[in-house]
């Protein structure tokens, strides 16, 4: 819960942006609509002055569609709204090259793995993939072309609080 996890994977990226690019630079995949808006509202505290969007079933896709006219360098969304903003070409897939996928294992416990793995196909030019996950032993599975899997144990030892594993995929 809160919003340190959201932190430790949006400062990598952050990074990774590039002023001088005006298209989508890093997709942002969760599981809720609850979790999108709470990764966009830490990326708006976070004032990066970079734009962010965020799609989600129930909100006006008109509107989404009208927000992505200009595109914002970070995306955030579940994956099935994303997948229909891909199918109808609303922004320039090609430039993502980062994607984090947040909340991975209820994901793919709620079934989003085939809508998963439509949009990592989709993404030509990815170099980086960051799997974010509440449990340590979360399975990695082919369709997301991992490569070389670097992990981070953030795991508080006190007992005060409940363990926390931050999985960094670098393909």
Excluded at 33 to 57: D, F, H, N, P, S
Excluded at 94 to 99: I, L, N, R
Excluded at 123 to 143: C, D, G, Y
Aim: hydrophobic letters at 40%; charged letters at 20%; one cysteine or more.
């Amino acid at each position: 819960t809160g919003s340190g996890k959201t932190v430790a994977f949006l400062l990598p990226v952050y990074q990774l942006l590039k002023q001088t690019d005006n298209r989508v630079q890093c997709l942002i995949l969760t599981p809720s609509r609850e979790l999108a808006i709470q990764v966009e509202q830490v990326w708006k505290k976070m004032a990066t002055g970079y734009k962010v969007g965020c799609c989600y079933g129930g909100h006006d896709m008109q509107t989404e569609i009208q927000n992505l006219a200009e595109p914002p360098a970070l995306l955030i969304g579940t994956p099935g709204r994303i997948g229909d903003h891909i199918r109808r070409q609303t922004f320039v897939a090609d430039a993502v090259v980062t994607m984090v996928l947040d909340e991975f294992d209820k994901s793919r416990a709620l079934g989003f793995e085939e809508e998963m793995a439509f949009i990592i196909r989709s993404l030509k030019n990815i170099e980086n993939i960051i799997v974010v996950s509440a449990t340590s032993s979360v399975a990695i599975p082919e369709f997301t072309g991992v490569g070389e899997l670097t992990v981070l144990d953030f795991t508080e030892t006190d007992g005060l609080t409940d363990a926390l594993t931050l999985q960094m995929v670098l393909s």
